[in-house]
C-alpha cells in the first residue's frame, strides 16, 4: 500500500533533522541507505539518512489478502531496501507485524482496513505505544517517560508544535495558549475548548491533558 523512497528519507532530499513524516508509522529505525556491490566491476553505495518510521502501508500488499511483510521485504524501492534492511529495524518490523496480525484478529478485521480506517490506525498506534514501540522519533521523551504515550499520540496527530525541524519535543517546555490553539485543531479537530486553560503550561501537560480526554 506504500513503497518507501529515497526522497522521503535520504539527507539530499530532505531538509532539517527529520524525513518524510509518516501517518501510519508503526516504528523507527536509522542506518545508511548502503548498498553493497553485486558483482565485479560495480560498486557499492552509501548515502545518510535521517532517523525514519516505518509506515503501516509497507507491510500491506495491494492485492494479495491475509499476508503481512513481516521483515526486509516490505514495501521499499532496491535503494531504500539499503537502510530498512538491518537487523535493528528487521526486528521493528517483525514485531509490528506480529502486533498487527493479533490486533486484527481480536477485531475481527482484515490488516488492511486497520491501515484504511483511522479509528482503528490510531487504536492500534495506541497499542504499539503502550507496549514501548516509538512511531516517532523524540529524543528526550523516552519510553519510561510518564508521557510517553500522550507526547507520542500528540504528534502522530497534530505534528511537533513548531519543532518539525528538530528531534526534541521539549516536554518541559512552555506553551502559551495561542501556540497551543492551532496544536489542538490539528489533532482534536476544531470546536475543542483547551483543556490548559489560557496560561501558560509545560508541553507534556498539554499532550497528557489531551490524551486524558480521548482527543489523541
Request: glycine residues 12%.
Amino acid at each position: 500500500m506504500r513503497t518507501v523512497r529515497e526522497q522521503d528519507v535520504a539527507v539530499a532530499h530532505q531538509p532539517g533533522s527529520r524525513p518524510a513524516h509518516f501517518h501510519d508509522s508503526v516504528g523507527v529505525g536509522w542506518y545508511p541507505i548502503d548498498i553493497h556491490r553485486a558483482g565485479e566491476g560495480e560498486i557499492g553505495t552509501s548515502t545518510r539518512t535521517k532517523p525514519f518510521q516505518i509506515p503501516l502501508g509497507a507491510l500491506i500488499p495491494v492485492r494479495v489478502e491475509n499476508l503481512i511483510a513481516a521483515g526486509k521485504n516490505i514495501g521499499t524501492t532496491h535503494i531504500t531496501n539499503g537502510c530498512y534492511r538491518v537487523h535493528p529495524v528487521e526486528w521493528n518490523i517483525g514485531e509490528a507485524a506480529g502486533s498487527l496480525a493479533a490486533f486484527a484478529l481480536e477485531r475481527g478485521r482484515a490488516p488492511k482496513a486497520v491501515y484504511d480506517e483511522t479509528d482503528l490506525l490510531r487504536a492500534f498506534q495506541t497499542h504499539l505505544l503502550e507496549d514501548g514501540v516509538l512511531l516517532t522519533w523524540l529524543i528526550d521523551v523516552p519510553v519510561w517517560h510518564e508521557a510517553f504515550t500522550a507526547v507520542q499520540r500528540l504528534v502522530m496527530m497534530g505534528g511537533y508544535g513548531g519543532g518539525g525541524d528538530r528531534l526534541e519535543f521539549r516536554p518541559d517546555a512552555e506553551v502559551d495558549a495561542e501556540a497551543r490553539s492551532a496544536w489542538l485543531e490539528r489533532a482534536a479537530g476544531p470546536g475543542r475548548t483547551d483543556p490548559c486553560g489560557d496560561g501558560p503550561v509545560h508541553r507534556a501537560v498539554f499532550a497528557q491533558a489531551l490524551a486524558e480526554r480521548g482527543w489523541t
